[in-house]
């Protein structure tokens, strides 16, 4: 990323690169440039999404995207099947209304917990942890 000014506009220019093509975004105070370069950098060295807009979708959101672009093509049925039923038992109801950004390592540990609170079984924690470590690793 690069925040450069832009002597044909008089703006400054923040210009990277996005899964393979060239993107940038003009400001007309270099210090507003400088503040979304951090953040995105910042964004990227946490693992968030980088696009704005693929932030702000829902973890259930990201599960649509990751079924139809992962699940579906690479998994076995009878896999598919237990993955639907631990995502509607216990993911959705617990973490598929909050945005993926804010799907924290706290957030995964409180789930955890939870789970086995409810009395939920090992091999059934461990994939719900299993989905949404998938979900995380296709959203970044």
């Known amino acids: 990323m690069s925040v450069n000014p832009d002597p044909g506009s008089g703006k ?11 993107r940038s975004r003009s400001f007309t105070l270099k210090r507003d440039a400088e503040r979304f370069e951090r953040e995105e950098r910042r964004a990227r060295e946490l693992g968030l999404l980088f696009d704005p807009v693929e932030r702000s979708k829902s973890v259930a959101q990201v599960v649509e995207l990751w079924w139809a672009g992962h699940a579906v093509p690479r998994l076995a049925p009878s896999t598919r099947t237990a993955y639907v039923a631990v995502w509607d038992r216990h993911l959705r109801p617990n973490v598929g209304s909050m945005r993926i950004q804010a799907l924290t390592p ?3 540990d409180d789930l955890r917990a939870g789970l086995e609170q409810r009395g939920v079984g090992a091999p059934t924690t461990a994939k719900a942890l299993a989905i949404l470590s998938g979900v995380c690793r296709f959203a970044v």
């Open 12 to 22: 400054w220019v923040v210009r990277w690169r996005e899964g393979g093509r060239h």
């Open 106 to 108: 706290a957030v995964v």
